[in-house]
T-cell receptor
Framework: DTGVSQDPRHKITKRGQNVTFRCDPISEHNRLYWYRQTLGQGPEFLTYFQNEAQLEKSRLLSDRFSAERPKGSFSTLEIQRTEQGDSAMYLC?????????????FGPGTRLTVT | AQKITQTQPGMFVQEKEAVTLDCTYDTSDPSYGLFWYKQPSSGEMIFLIYQGSYDQQNATEGRYSLNFQKARKSANLVISASQLGDSAMYFCAMSLILTGGGNKLTFGTGTQLKVEL
């Protein structure tokens, strides 16, 4: 079990550019979550997938954000026309839904800086 | 809507002492889970302990225990025998269990713990 991985770990981009992040969950975890964490705050929910289906999106996820999980395994989060306010840590988490465990396991995050 | 409140922005504890990190929560849903995560300076969120709202006993995991007081809506984390490696940010979180919403987590603002020699 290799844990949740995210790529890249750091991304610096200029305002107006598009960026894409990738998350590889723990294998066989059918639920995948994206969170955003700004400095000095706890993570905030963005969206989640059950297998390949995106079941909920937060109001934080503006039209410039899109997430996919095409084969129910890895997921991508794309931000179009980045703004300085998008600078944050983007965290991915996964969990299994069988049994009675509800804990989510997080990846190391992608730190985005928009200049 | 659910809310988590952590009123201690920072805490200091001496090595080998016990420390309690406070967490209160608010929800009208009867079925929920409470979690504590540790976030070192590297940034990764590390799961520590879970307590379900219907669990009769307080959860324990090694040096971590969760002091669950349902009537007071509190879920304090107790770390016994603190170690230097415990220095980190600690987040309390909750999720609804049976209601829709995918068990997404709602986090507090965190408590920065510093363990001193």
């Amino acid at each position: 079990d290799t844990g949740v991985s995210q790529d890249p770990r750091h991304k610096i981009t200029k305002r107006g550019q598009n960026v894409t992040f990738r998350c590889d969950p723990i294998s066989e975890h059918n639920r995948l979550y994206w969170y955003r964490q700004t400095l000095g705050q706890g993570p905030e929910f963005l969206t989640y997938f059950q297998n390949e289906a995106q079941l909920e999106k937060s109001r934080l996820l503006s039209d410039r954000f899109s997430a996919e999980r095409p084969k129910g395994s890895f997921s991508t989060l794309e931000i179009q026309r980045t703004e300085q306010g998008d600078s944050a840590m983007y965290l991915c988490a996964s969990r299994e839904t069988s049994g009675n465990s509800y804990e989510q396991y997080f990846g190391p995050g992608t730190r985005l800086t928009v200049t | 809507a659910q809310k988590i409140t952590q009123t201690q922005p920072g805490m200091f504890v001496q090595e080998k002492e016990a420390v309690t990190l406070d967490c209160t929560y608010d929800t009208s849903d009867p079925s929920y889970g409470l979690f504590w995560y540790k976030q070192p300076s590297s940034g990764e969120m590390i799961f520590l302990i879970y307590q379900g709202s219907y669990d009769q006993q307080n959860a324990t995991e090694g040096r971590y225990s969760l002091n669950f007081q349902k009537a007071r809506k509190s879920a304090n984390l107790v770390i016994s025998a603190s170690q230097l490696g415990d220095s980190a940010m600690y987040f309390c979180a909750m999720s609804l269990i049976l209601t829709g919403g995918g068990n997404k987590l709602t986090f507090g603002t965190g408590t920065q713990l510093k363990v001193e020699l």
